[in-house]
């Protein structure tokens, strides 16, 4: 029998924690190469399984923490979300631009963990009278409504390409802490993500083609041309639910939500069978 403490239920990780955050890893790794599906997927899945509002991940080849939050959040490939209005966005670039992620104590504290994959609270980092007094508390976390951050950071092998990935999730005000046990969950889930980091999760600026089937190539050129999912199917002679199927795989390929950003995506130079393709 092994002694000690017994570990409480705000710390345990859960059977149902386990089987959730695997699924989700599932999920990221079957959207293949492209990472902004990648992103996509990890930020919706990670939004419920944690029980945040806004979030921000990112992943580049640059080892200088600083140097990543001084520059331009949209040439980095950062991905960010859970944003109530266009405003509380350009806030956060805002906050980006003027380098105050730099100067972020949380963030300080976290970039001196040398450890290959560290998650942290922000109560882990800071205590409440040093976050509540930073600016960037009261000038903009406040604003957007958040009080309360969790923290990843992972620091692949050299030979992946990929110097570090990060992940900061923000909670509404009003609603508890981040617990032990959400921080071992967000833990493991950048463990599994570490192993995938410059293979099947490339960094932003080598984003691989979105490859499609035949069938997924004519659903989305006449989605281009202005067809209505009924009008598809019958052309295609297909059931309306199949090629429902269809257009929800395709935004899922894409890491998109609605009909129009899929159709950007679709004419960028990343996508198989685009009017971009040369082949």
């Known amino acids: 029998m092994i002694r000690g403490r017994p570990m409480n239920a705000e710390r345990r990780m859960r059977y149902r924690d386990l089987r959730a955050l695997y699924l989700l890893v599932g999920s990221c790794r079957a959207c293949g190469d492209d990472p902004v599906a990648w992103h996509a997927r990890m930020?919706?899945?990670?939004?419920t399984l944690l029980d945040c509002r806004i979030g921000v991940s990112g992943m580049t080849t640059c080892t200088n923490l600083e140097?990543?939050?001084?520059?331009?959040t949209t040439n980095l490939g950062i991905y960010d979300w859970g944003w109530t209005s266009p405003e509380q966005r350009r806030s956060y670039i805002d906050y980006c631009n003027h380098?105050?992620?730099a100067t972020d104590p949380t963030l300080l504290r976290m970039?001196?963990?040398?450890?290959?994959?560290?998650c942290r609270r922000r109560s882990d980092l800071v205590d409440d009278q040093t976050w509540f007094a930073s600016r960037h508390y009261?000038?903009?976390?406040?604003?957007w409504g958040i009080g309360d951050f969790l923290y990843s950071l992972t620091r692949p092998a050299p030979s992946s390409g990929v110097a570090t990935h990060w992940i900061n999730l923000g909670r509404d005000a009003g609603r508890p802490p981040f617990s032990v046990r959400e921080r071992r969950i967000l833990w493991l889930f950048a463990r599994e993500v570490c192993q995938d980091l410059g293979r099947s999760l490339r960094p932003f600026g080598q984003a691989a083609r979105v490859r499609l089937s035949p069938r997924l190539i004519q659903v989305l050129q006449l989605l281009a041309e202005g067809q209505s999912e009924k009008r598809i199917a019958e052309r295609?002679?297909?059931s309306a639910h199949t090629v429902h199927?269809?257009?929800?795989?395709?935004?899922?390929r894409f890491g998109v939500s609605n009909r129009s950003a899929l159709l950007a995506r679709w004419r960028s130079p990343d996508a198989e069978g685009g009017p971009n393709d040369p082949g």
């Open 236 to 238: 295609l002679n297909l």
């Open 67 to 72: 140097q990543i939050h001084y520059t331009a």
């Open 99 to 101: 380098g105050l992620p």
């Open 138 to 143: 009261r000038d903009y976390f406040r604003a």
């Open 111 to 118: 970039a001196q963990i040398t450890a290959r994959v560290a």
């Open 245 to 252: 199927g269809y257009v929800k795989q395709l935004y899922r």
């Open 43 to 47: 930020a919706a899945g990670l939004t």
